[in-house]
C-alpha cells in the first residue's frame, strides 16, 4: 500500500487517532475494521520496550500483519530507550508517520533524518515531565510533535491537564515559526477532556480507552471527539 505520511493530513482539522492499547488483543484485525468504519482518522500504535516504559507490547511483525486490514494511516509510537534501529523494521512493516522520544539514548537527529528518508514523517514526544522548550531545536525538522498527558506505559490513566500550558506554548511556536507540524496530545483523553485539548491547541487526539471501550459503541465515541473541531477553530483563529 502506498505510504501516507501524515504530513498530508490537514493541520487545521481535529484528527482521532484511536490507540491499539486499547483494543481487544485477541482481535485486532476486526478491532482496527471498527473503528475504521467508525469514522477513526488515523491508526495509534503503541510500542514499548520494557524499559523506557515498564510494559511491553507490539513489534513490527504484528504491524506487518495489521497493514494490509485497514486505509488508515499508522502513527507508530515508540516508547524505546533505543528506537533508531527500529526505524526501519517498522517503515518496512508499512508504518506512516513514526514518533520517537526527545528523552530517548539514541541521537536524535540521526534517528529523524532516518524516519524521513524511509519515507515516513517524523515526530517527537515528550514525557510529562520534559519541558517544550526541548524541542525548540528540531522545529524545523519535525512533522508532529507528541505531548504525553499521562506518563508512558499504559492505557486508561488520567488526562494532565497540567500539560495543557505545554501545549499552549507548543501552538504559539509552531504559528510563530510558520511550522506545519500536527500537534498531538496521548493519555486520558475523551469526550470530556478533549476539547481543553483543542482549546489549547492540539489537533490530532490519540484515544484508547474512550475509542475501544465506549459503552455507547465506537461511532458515538468518535464523533463526541470530532466535536472539539471547535475549539480548535477558535484557538487557530
Ligand atoms: C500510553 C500510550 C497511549 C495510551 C492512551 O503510554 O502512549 O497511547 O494507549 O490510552 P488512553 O486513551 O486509554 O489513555
Ligand atoms: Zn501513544
Do not use: Y
Not at 10 to 18: E, I, T
Not at 98 to 121: F, M, N, P, Q
Request: net charge negative.
Amino acid at each position: 500500500m502506498e505510504r501516507q505520511p501524515l504530513t498530508s493530513l490537514d493541520h487545521r482539522r481535529l484528527l482521532v487517532a484511536p490507540s491499539l492499547l486499547a483494543a481487544d488483543f485477541a482481535r485486532l484485525g476486526e478491532e482496527i475494521r471498527r473503528v475504521e468504519a467508525a469514522g477513526a482518522d488515523i491508526l495509534h500504535v503503541d510500542v514499548m520496550d520494557g524499559h523506557f516504559v515498564p510494559n511491553l507490547t507490539i513489534g513490527p511483525p504484528v504491524v506487518e500483519k495489521l497493514r494490509p486490514v485497514s486505509r488508515l494511516p499508522f502513527d507508530v509510537h515508540l516508547m524505546l530507550t533505543n528506537p533508531r534501529a527500529f526505524v526501519a523494521p517498522f517503515a518496512a512493516a508499512g508504518a506512516d508517520g513514526i514518533t520517537v522520544h526527545v528523552e530517548c539514548a539514541d541521537d536524535v537527529g540521526a534517528t529523524l533524518e532516518e524516519i524521513r528518508a524511509a519515507g515516513c514523517s517524523a515526530g517527537l514526544c515528550l514525557r510529562p515531565g520534559t519541558r517544550p522548550e526541548a524541542l525548540l531545536p528540531w522545529l524545523g525538522r519535525i512533522d508532529l510533535i507528541l505531548v504525553m498527558t499521562v506518563e508512558p506505559g499504559f492505557g486508561g490513566q488520567s488526562f494532565m491537564a497540567e500539560m495543557m500550558s505545554k501545549v499552549f506554548w507548543l501552538r504559539r511556536a509552531i504559528t510563530a515559526g510558520g511550522h506545519r507540524i500536527h500537534l498531538e496530545v496521548d493519555g486520558g483523553i475523551d469526550a470530556r477532556t478533549v476539547g481543553v485539548a483543542a482549546k489549547a491547541g492540539a489537533n490530532l487526539m490519540v484515544a484508547g480507552t474512550a475509542v475501544f471501550r465506549h459503552p455507547g459503541g465506537a461511532e458515538a465515541a468518535i464523533a463526541g471527539l470530532h466535536a472539539a473541531q471547535r475549539e480548535l477553530d477558535e484557538a487557530l483563529r
